[in-house]
């Protein structure tokens, strides 16, 4: 198949739109163009990953982490980040990621680990407060279905688990065609009076292009007058982190042994048991450090995360347990949801899952 048929499918997925700004999401390395015969997934990018993608045919390596973060200004191979690149590109190799796109949807990296503690009424602990827009038309009453129809199916109208979400409200527009139009109703030269229904509606800012141009086509005026309004309220199906309960509560020293058996982490370091039983629990992939107080705030007895520094425990202060497993062994298993999703969508697609453990740590 096209690889642009899978970098689509992830645009769709975890769109780009909500990756962090000093994220690199998305195709690195390819045309877009180019055929692919083989997919090998991986939690980062490295020259062994590569070796192993020519040794099992795969032409495409799919990673959570971007293998370029920032520009490069010389190949000369002095880093493990221009010996990886230089030598997919040799071997015509692309190189795809969704890195911070994936980790704030909700189907995405937090849900690999709430899937293996057995956590569930999930909520995201951060929602990002820009993603979501306001699109305000206004559409003779006899189009007014199938205009609101055509931006529901396109996505629109979503508000939490409801659907075909709107609202109308009648009045009465007025224009009048210029010499060179081809109106819809009235008279070419004369003062129009149609009785019409404001239609508005809610949408994520990754589908509102789609979402104008589709009702645009089911809208019957020439020239379509809407509205597109940023909304400054959390869009609660995007951001970072997520929070959620288990079935039955469990002692701490229990929970915190079932982490580090589930994970395979090497060390668990965590702050004092503040809490004697673990029922509720806040959790971020990757680097979460900057969400201790979301995970204080949101009632967690524990916040399951990596890459937290000496100060930053400190942050707790006995309101919450603090447990961080290591930034690989957190997201590790994204890995299983990359080769779920694809399969889903690609049935019939050579998808592999990489066998080079890239984890950069060790313990003793």
Same mark, same amino acid.
């Given at each position: 198949?096209?690889?642009?048929?899978?970098?689509?499918?992830?645009?769709?997925?975890?769109?780009?739109?909500?990756?962090?700004?000093?994220?690199?999401?998305?195709?690195?390395?390819?045309?877009?163009?180019?055929?692919?015969?083989?997919?090998?997934?991986?939690?980062?990018?490295?020259?062994?990953?590569?070796?192993?993608?020519?040794?099992? %045919?795969?032409?495409?390596?799919?990673?959570?982490?971007?293998?370029?973060?920032?520009?490069?200004?010389?190949?000369?191979?002095?880093?493990?980040?221009?010996?990886?690149?230089?030598?997919?590109?040799?071997?015509?190799?692309?190189?795809?990621?969704?890195?911070?796109?994936?980790?704030?949807?909700?189907?995405?990296?937090?849900?690999?680990? *709430?899937?293996?503690?057995?956590?569930?009424?999930?909520?995201?602990?951060?929602?990002?407060?820009? %993603?979501?827009?306001?699109?305000?038309?206004?559409? !003779?009453?006899?189009?007014?279905?199938?205009?609101?129809?055509?931006?529901?199916?396109?996505?629109?109208?979503?508000?939490?688990?409801?659907?075909?979400?709107?609202?109308?409200?009648?009045?009465?527009?007025?224009?009048?065609?210029?010499?060179?139009?081809?109106?819809?109703?009235?008279?070419?030269?004369?003062?129009?009076?149609?009785?019409?229904?404001?239609?508005?509606?809610?949408?994520?800012?990754?589908?509102?292009?789609?979402?104008?141009?589709?009702?645009?086509?089911?809208?019957?005026?020439?020239?379509?007058?809407?509205?597109?309004?940023?909304?400054?309220? !959390?869009?609660?199906?995007?951001?970072?982190?997520?929070?959620?309960?288990?079935?039955?509560?469990?002692?701490?020293?229990?929970?915190?042994?079932?982490?580090?058996?589930?994970?395979?982490?090497?060390?668990?370091?965590?702050? *004092?048991?503040?809490?004697?039983?673990?029922?509720?629990?806040?959790?971020?992939?990757?680097?979460?450090?900057?969400?201790?107080?979301?995970?204080?705030?949101?009632?967690?007895?524990?916040?399951?995360?990596?890459?937290?520094?000496?100060?930053?425990?400190?942050?707790?202060?006995?309101?919450?347990?603090?447990?961080?497993?290591?930034?690989?062994?957190?997201?590790?298993?994204?890995?299983?949801?990359?080769?779920?999703?694809?399969?889903?969508?690609?049935?019939?697609? *050579?998808?592999?899952?990489?066998?080079?453990?890239?984890?950069?740590?060790?313990?003793?």
């Amino acid at each position: 198949m096209k690889l642009d048929e899978i970098v689509s499918y992830f645009e769709e997925l975890a769109p780009t739109a909500y990756q962090e700004e000093y994220d690199n999401a998305g195709l690195i390395v390819g045309d877009a163009s180019m055929e692919v015969k083989a997919a090998l997934l991986t939690l980062d990018v490295t020259p062994e990953v590569v070796l192993e993608a020519i040794d099992k %045919g795969a032409n495409l390596i799919i990673s959570h982490h971007p293998i370029i973060f920032r520009g490069i200004n010389k190949f000369t191979g002095s880093s493990y980040v221009e010996k990886t690149v230089a030598a997919a590109i040799k071997n015509d190799i692309a190189i795809f990621a969704a890195h911070t796109n994936f980790d704030s949807m909700m189907g995405g990296v937090n849900l690999s680990i *709430a899937r293996k503690l057995g956590i569930t009424n999930l909520e995201i602990l951060q929602p990002i407060n820009n %993603g979501l827009f306001k699109l305000v038309t206004f559409v !003779p009453v006899d189009s007014v279905e199938k205009v609101r129809d055509a931006m529901f199916k396109a996505g629109a109208g979503q508000i939490g688990g409801y659907d075909c979400c709107s609202f109308g409200s009648e009045g009465f527009g007025t224009f009048r065609a210029g010499d060179n139009t081809h109106p819809y109703v009235g008279q070419k030269g004369e003062m129009h009076r149609e009785p019409e229904v404001r239609v508005e509606t809610i949408l994520p800012k990754n589908i509102l292009a789609r979402v104008v141009e589709k009702m645009i086509e089911a809208h019957p005026y020439e020239e379509v007058a809407y509205d597109i309004y940023p909304l400054e309220i !959390p869009y609660r199906q995007v951001g970072l982190g997520m929070v959620g309960n288990i079935e039955e509560p469990v002692a701490s020293v229990d929970f915190l042994r079932q982490v580090k058996e589930v994970f395979g982490a090497g060390v668990v370091r965590y702050t *004092a048991l503040s809490r004697q039983v673990i029922k509720r629990v806040a959790f971020c992939g990757g680097s979460g450090a900057s969400l201790i107080g979301k995970a204080i705030g949101s009632g967690a007895d524990i916040f399951i995360t990596s890459d937290i520094k000496y100060h930053q425990f400190f942050d707790a202060d006995g309101r919450i347990i603090i447990a961080d497993i290591g930034h690989f062994e957190s997201e590790q298993f994204t890995i299983e949801l990359f080769y779920e999703y694809l399969l889903k969508k690609f049935p019939t697609f *050579a998808v592999l899952k990489s066998r080079v453990n890239t984890n950069p740590i060790n313990y003793l």
